[in-house]
């Protein structure tokens, strides 16, 4: 585990008050829960005010929804890291809020102790995504019909594609290599090699970009 000379800050999103003081309740000993909100304009106006590393966002929310905040506030305030915690398991919630910017999109089953791991993966540049969310994004592609074929996808060997799928799914380097049976060394050069072919410079785009290519996805259960 890693620690910070500081505690993350982090702002909650959520129309429930039960939600918000029990994620409390798991995660503010641990980081720096610096305000929250129930609603878009409020969100939208406190993020803005304070200015935290991290908010944890609901997707459906009165005055506009999740991604209206995310989108206000990235215009405002860019390196500001969101992540989706939400019940809504719909391919077009999860896209939206993937294309939207944030780095995670997550399901509200979420046990305590994992989602400070993910608050922290997420603030170090990571990208987390609940594993059984990858075939909605897949039926959200299915249901715009045919796509063209991406030629990047062929810049990259098997090996790299399923290192870049396993990354989608919010996978560590030493998990990946744990289900490639390799080493952690193996998966860092197949990582490196996947940004420097795709042009690309973080997980987080990695993600973008497996979610943005159908072929990619279809192999993902």
């Given at each position: 585990m890693t620690y910070h000379e500081r505690k993350i800050r982090v702002f909650?999103?959520?129309?429930?008050?039960v939600v918000r003081a029990g994620v409390r309740h798991y995660i503010g000993d641990i980081v720096d829960v610096v305000g929250e909100a129930d609603e878009?304009?409020?969100?939208?106006?406190?993020?803005?005010?304070r200015q935290p590393d991290v908010v944890l966002l609901d997707v459906h929310l009165p005055g506009g929804g999740g991604r209206r905040v995310l989108e206000v506030v990235h215009a405002q305030y860019p390196d500001i890291v969101f992540l989706a915690l939400t019940v809504s398991e719909k391919?077009?919630?999860v896209?939206?809020?993937i294309r939207g910017g944030a780095r995670g999109y997550l399901t509200?089953?979420?046990?305590?102790?994992?989602?400070?791991?993910q608050i922290r993966a997420v603030y170090e540049g990571g990208a987390v995504v609940s594993p059984q969310l990858a075939?909605?994004?897949?039926?959200?592609?299915?249901?715009?019909?045919?796509q063209d074929l991406d030629p990047e996808i062929d810049l990259l060997t098997e090996s790299e594609k399923a290192v870049a799928i396993l990354i989608a799914k919010g996978y560590t380097?030493?998990?990946?290599?744990?289900?490639?049976?390799?080493?952690?060394?193996?998966?860092?050069k197949h990582?490196?090699?996947i940004l420097r072919k795709l042009t690309l410079t973080n997980r987080t785009q990695v993600t973008r970009w497996v979610l943005s290519h159908p072929t990619m996805t279809g192999t993902m259960e």
């Amino acid at each position: 585990m890693t620690y910070h000379e500081r505690k993350i800050r982090v702002f909650l999103v959520d129309d429930h008050e039960v939600v918000r003081a029990g994620v409390r309740h798991y995660i503010g000993d641990i980081v720096d829960v610096v305000g929250e909100a129930d609603e878009a304009d409020a969100a939208i106006e406190l993020i803005c005010e304070r200015q935290p590393d991290v908010v944890l966002l609901d997707v459906h929310l009165p005055g506009g929804g999740g991604r209206r905040v995310l989108e206000v506030v990235h215009a405002q305030y860019p390196d500001i890291v969101f992540l989706a915690l939400t019940v809504s398991e719909k391919p077009e919630d999860v896209m939206a809020i993937i294309r939207g910017g944030a780095r995670g999109y997550l399901t509200k089953d979420v046990l305590g102790f994992d989602l400070v791991d993910q608050i922290r993966a997420v603030y170090e540049g990571g990208a987390v995504v609940s594993p059984q969310l990858a075939a909605f994004a897949v039926q959200a592609f299915d249901e715009e019909g045919p796509q063209d074929l991406d030629p990047e996808i062929d810049l990259l060997t098997e090996s790299e594609k399923a290192v870049a799928i396993l990354i989608a799914k919010g996978y560590t380097n030493k998990q990946i290599a744990a289900v490639r049976v390799g080493s952690i060394k193996t998966v860092e050069k197949h990582v490196s090699s996947i940004l420097r072919k795709l042009t690309l410079t973080n997980r987080t785009q990695v993600t973008r970009w497996v979610l943005s290519h159908p072929t990619m996805t279809g192999t993902m259960e």
